[in-house]
């Protein structure tokens, strides 16, 4: 009784150590994450980026330079040229064509052909568009008077679209640079995130861990890239072969808003509006524009096909993960939510697995237990007899 007595002011003191370093870690807990947090979006691109260039970079370690640093420093370099080159050349272009179109405007020497009596004839909005079209056509500039307003808000949001566009441009080249550092430490990194897993999730189950939200980034990053070509391809060869001004430099805008995520018809809607406008409606314009406006959503189709080869988990688990987190978390959920998805999957899985073994294993114990028991029962009944 004494030594109970003795023992609660003791279970109190160590409560309250206890409670005091609890609160003293959530409170350093908070304060690293308030000041991490603007970071966050910047380092998860680096990770990503990291994650995905690292294959390029053990295959060129040693062919070109021996150090990781260099290998490193050359894949940022070429992946920046490659983005940068086109941005800049695509950036000029647009700058030039909108130049033009002002002089145009301001001289007034705006010529819109008349639309065809037809256009007049399609159900729902014929009559409407007709009479729009006329009016452009034969007095452009009461036209754009009464539709200032409209005009201003559009103008707006494409500028609102473009600074975005450059903002995810710079963002992106820092997180490369960034990526370039983490990828210089490669090996020191894997065994760091293998020892966090481990530490997380137990020794068995941390290395398979790390190697499934490994291959569940690299195969969602190659499928953006691939679909990102693949769009590129599909819009490119129909501008080509429609004469577009400017063909090449808008398939590489294709390829490189596919690859930040954005949507193609950013270019398309606008190369369907300018075909319509400077050559009017005819068989061809509109095969042309049905065509390159599927080819714009074809994004939509296909990444549930290509989201997701290669991972350990099924397709549908990384393609809801993608969709979900990139509906919840934007372009960074598109990465992230895969592999929160795939790892809950594992873990579920592993969780039912190790409850079955344990009921077999308690099976087999109580089983054998059993048979002891039989068997000394028998040995005491045949010694009975023996004794008599």
Same mark, same amino acid.
């Given at each position: 009784?004494?030594?109970? *007595?003795?023992?609660?002011?003791?279970?109190?003191?160590?409560?309250?150590?206890?409670?005091?370093?609890?609160?003293?870690?959530?409170?350093?807990a908070i304060s690293c994450f308030?000041?991490?947090?603007?970071?966050?979006?910047?380092?998860?691109?680096? +990770?990503?980026?990291?994650?995905?260039?690292?294959?390029?970079?053990?295959?060129? *370690?040693?062919?070109?330079?021996?150090?990781?640093?260099?290998?490193?420093?050359?894949?940022?370099?070429?992946?920046?040229?490659?983005?940068? +080159?086109?941005?800049?050349?695509?950036?000029?272009?647009?700058?030039?064509?909108?130049?033009?179109?002002?002089?145009?405007? &301001?001289?007034?020497?705006? &010529?819109?052909?008349?639309?065809?009596?037809?256009?007049?004839?399609?159900?729902?909005?014929?009559?409407?568009?007709?009479?729009?079209?006329?009016?452009?056509s034969t007095d452009f500039a009461? /036209?754009?008077?009464?539709?200032?307003?409209?005009?201003?808000?559009?103008?707006?949001?494409?500028?609102?679209?473009?600074?975005?566009?450059?903002?995810?441009?710079?963002?992106?080249?820092?997180?490369?640079?960034?990526?370039?550092?983490?990828?210089?430490?490669?090996?020191?990194?894997? *065994?760091?995130?293998?020892?966090?897993?481990?530490?997380?999730?137990?020794?068995?189950?941390?290395?398979?861990?790390?190697?499934?939200?490994?291959?569940?980034?690299?195969?969602?990053?190659?499928?953006?890239?691939?679909?990102?070509?693949?769009?590129?391809?599909?819009?490119?060869?129909?501008?080509?072969?429609?004469?577009?001004?400017?063909?090449?430099? /808008?398939? /590489?805008?294709?390829?490189?808003?596919?690859?930040?995520?954005?949507?193609?018809? /950013?270019?398309?809607?606008?190369?369907?509006?300018?075909?319509?406008?400077?050559? #009017?409606?005819?068989?061809?314009?509109?095969v042309f524009a049905v065509y390159?406006?599927?080819?714009?959503?074809?994004?939509?189709?296909?990444?549930?096909?290509?989201? #997701?080869?290669?991972?350990?988990?099924?397709?549908?688990?990384?393609?809801?993960?993608?969709?979900?987190?990139?509906?919840?978390? #934007?372009?960074?959920?598109?990465?992230?939510?895969?592999?929160?998805?795939?790892?809950?999957?594992?873990?579920?899985?592993?969780?039912?697995?190790?409850?079955?073994?344990?009921?077999?294993?308690?099976?087999?114990?109580?089983?054998?237990?059993?048979?002891?028991?039989?068997?000394?029962?028998?040995? *005491?009944?045949?010694?009975?007899?023996?004794?008599?």
């Open positions: 009784m004494l030594q109970t *007595r003795l023992s609660i002011p003791t279970i109190s003191r160590t409560l309250i150590d206890v409670y005091i370093r609890f609160g003293l870690i959530l409170l350093l308030e000041i991490f947090k603007p970071f966050i979006s910047l380092m998860a691109w680096s +990770v990503i980026l990291a994650i995905t260039l690292y294959p390029l970079q053990t295959y060129l *370690r040693g062919k070109i330079f021996d150090g990781e640093g260099r290998t490193a420093t050359l894949i940022v370099f070429l992946v920046i040229c490659i983005i940068l +080159v086109p941005s800049c050349l695509l950036g000029i272009a647009l700058i030039d064509s909108v130049e033009h179109a002002l002089e145009i405007a &301001r001289s007034g020497n705006i &010529r819109i052909p008349p639309p065809s009596e037809s256009v007049a004839a399609w159900p729902f909005v014929g009559k409407q568009l007709y009479g729009f079209w006329h009016l452009a009461s /036209l754009a008077e009464k539709l200032a307003p409209q005009i201003k808000v559009v103008a707006l949001a494409l500028l609102g679209t473009a600074r975005g566009v450059g903002v995810g441009l710079l963002i992106f080249v820092a997180a490369l640079m960034i990526a370039g550092i983490f990828m210089a430490y490669g090996e020191l990194g894997t *065994r760091s995130a293998i020892q966090i897993a481990s530490r997380i999730s137990g020794p068995e189950r941390g290395p398979r861990l790390t190697v499934l939200c490994t291959a569940t980034v690299r195969a969602v990053a190659q499928g953006v890239v691939g679909i990102a070509f693949i769009q590129m391809l599909l819009i490119g060869v129909a501008f080509v072969m429609k004469g577009v001004p400017g063909a090449g430099l /808008l398939a /590489l805008a294709v390829l490189l808003l596919g690859i930040m995520q954005l949507p193609a018809t /950013l270019i398309t809607i606008p190369v369907i509006i300018f075909v319509i406008a400077t050559e #009017g409606v005819s068989g061809m314009n509109i390159v406006f599927i080819a714009g959503l074809a994004d939509n189709v296909l990444k549930p096909m290509l989201l #997701g080869r290669g991972v350990d988990v099924p397709m549908p688990v990384v393609l809801i993960g993608a969709l979900g987190g990139m509906v919840s978390g #934007g372009v960074i959920g598109l990465f992230v939510g895969p592999v929160v998805l795939a790892v809950g999957y594992q873990l579920f899985w592993q969780w039912v697995e190790d409850t079955q073994q344990q009921a077999i294993e308690g099976g087999e114990a109580v089983a054998s237990g059993e048979a002891v028991e039989g068997g000394q029962a028998s040995g *005491r009944t045949e010694s009975g007899p023996a004794a008599g």
